[in-house]
């Protein structure tokens, strides 16, 4: 008799979490695809007339203006979302509309940032206003966030089990959501057909031959992974180390958003020509397409990005995150012995896992954008980088579980 009663119980709480999943996927799915499609409009533009750089001071005054007259400037984008993950409360539905204007304006005029942290604000805010029309508990808005976060990238970025993977693992490290995973990607891939549907696509980058397995190879990947670790350190430190220092030196949020834009402005003035402009997919295209890396990008790029986010101006570092990877791997597979193409691809894999301490999603987007070809090396690269980088993160309220030194569970 107990046993029918918990299977009744099971059969309704599945049937319960299709419907949520697909709702949240086929919302997510249009939302998103209106999202890239506006995405895409502003990157037109921008290509179009690079010289809309020089508005970056007056689109983040647009910006702070926007939080500002909506009472949100303590708004904290995707680390207020992990925070909302891990305690079942809601987010404002005031994020949506704010992260798509302030990542368009951002993206209009070339600001680094890209769109997948913005993907993942959409996503949550859809979520908990789902959650909330329907009276869900704590446990239910965790949820049904966690599908919202799943369906918006997996539109955005077209990479659905990463997406799902992504969002379970990178709000507590150690700790996958592992009950959360069938509604999660029951909700990306239903996003992901829903934003085809409206003609919208996701990521699509060249795949780089892959070598042959040796010993060399291996060598060389483990190798790049290494300095993968080390540069995703220096990536986080100098993310959160501009955006206190600029905080400290013009307190004010309009000062410091039209200061940053006008400092951006210049230096892309200066040094546009290498592509340091925008979320740098362009330059992965390139990268990964055997074309040549400027030695500098991979630095020069870690400071665009600090610089634009640390100012206030709105978007996400993932994007970001894998040009640098790719530009740093480029430029180091020749002295490995490893072709430059198949050195970007594991830059950005071991690059995306060091900075947000989500090996496995990074495995996976590996494969979804790549194949299985690699996938041993993409594998290799990115779990010595989470080694290397230890407990820092681009996410201030990530919450790390097993320490990586120890293995134990941390305080």
């Known amino acids: 008799m107990r046993f029918g009663k918990e299977s009744f119980a099971y059969l309704l709480s599945l049937g319960k979490w299709t419907f949520f999943?697909?709702?949240?996927?086929?919302?997510?799915?249009?939302?998103?695809?209106?999202?890239?499609?506006?995405?895409?409009?502003?990157?037109?533009?921008?290509?179009?007339?690079?010289?809309?750089?020089?508005?970056?001071?007056?689109a983040g005054l647009l910006i702070a203006g926007s939080y500002r007259l909506f009472k949100r400037e303590?708004?904290?984008?995707?680390?207020?979302?992990?925070?909302?993950?891990?305690?079942?409360?809601?987010?404002?539905?005031?994020?949506?509309p704010l992260v798509m204007l302030g990542t368009l304006l951002t993206q209009l005029c070339g600001g680094s940032a890209g769109k997948e942290g913005a993907a993942l604000q959409i996503g949550s805010s859809l979520g908990s206003g789902v959650g909330r029309l329907c009276r869900l508990p704590a446990e239910g808005m965790t949820?049904?966030?966690?599908?919202?976060m799943s369906a918006v990238f997996s539109a955005v970025f077209g990479t659905p089990v990463t997406a799902s993977l992504f969002v379970l693992e990178f709000t507590s490290v150690g700790v996958i959501h592992a009950s959360a995973?069938?509604?999660?990607?029951?909700?990306?891939?239903?996003?992901?057909?829903?934003?085809?549907?409206l003609g919208a696509a996701g990521e699509a980058f060249p795949v780089p031959a892959v070598p042959q397995l040796s010993f060399g190879t291996l060598g060389g990947v483990l190798v790049l992974a290494l300095a993968a670790g080390i540069v995703s350190i220096l990536f986080c430190l100098l993310l959160h180390g501009a955006e206190e220092l600029l905080a400290k030196i013009l307190p004010n949020r309009f000062l410091r958003i039209a200061a940053g834009g006008l400092l951006?402005?210049?230096?892309?003035?200066?040094?546009?020509?290498?592509?340091?402009?925008?979320?740098?997919?362009?330059?992965?295209?390139?990268?990964?397409?055997?074309?040549?890396?400027?030695?500098?990008?991979?630095?020069?790029?870690?400071?665009?990005?600090?610089?634009?986010?640390?100012?206030?101006f709105k978007g996400g570092e993932i994007v970001p995150t894998l040009a640098?990877?790719?530009?740093?791997?480029?430029?180091l597979a020749p002295l490995l012995s490893l072709d430059p193409a198949f050195g970007a691809a594991v830059g950005m894999a071991a690059l995306f896992a060091g900075v947000t301490n989500c090996a496995v999603s990074a495995v996976?987007?590996?494969?979804?954008?790549?194949?299985?070809?690699?996938?041993?090396?993409?594998?290799?690269?990115?779990?010595?980088?989470?080694?290397?980088s230890g407990n820092i993160s681009l996410y201030k309220t990530q919450r790390i579980f097993f320490s990586k030194a120890s293995g134990k569970i941390t305080d």
């Open 364 to 388: 996976v987007l590996s494969a979804e954008l790549f194949g299985f070809e690699g996938f041993l090396f993409f594998a290799l690269a990115a779990a010595v980088s989470y080694a290397v």
């Open 181 to 197: 995973f069938p509604a999660c990607l029951l909700a990306a891939v239903t996003a992901l057909l829903t934003a085809r549907l």
């Open 264 to 312: 951006l402005a210049v230096l892309i003035f200066f040094l546009g020509k290498y592509g340091l402009a925008g979320s740098g997919a362009g330059t992965i295209s390139s990268l990964l397409a055997g074309g040549p890396v400027f030695p500098l990008f991979f630095l020069l790029k870690m400071l665009f990005t600090a610089l634009t986010v640390g100012s206030g």
């Open 74 to 96: 303590d708004d904290r984008g995707t680390n207020e979302i992990i925070a909302a993950a891990q305690t079942g409360k809601p987010v404002s539905p005031l994020m949506m």
């Open 21 to 58: 999943a697909l709702l949240t996927g086929m919302l997510g799915g249009g939302i998103g695809a209106l999202f890239l499609r506006l995405f895409e409009l502003v990157v037109g533009l921008y290509q179009k007339i690079p010289y809309l750089s020089w508005a970056l001071p007056l």
């Open 143 to 148: 949820l049904v966030s966690l599908c919202g």
């Open 324 to 331: 640098i990877g790719a530009g740093l791997g480029a430029l």
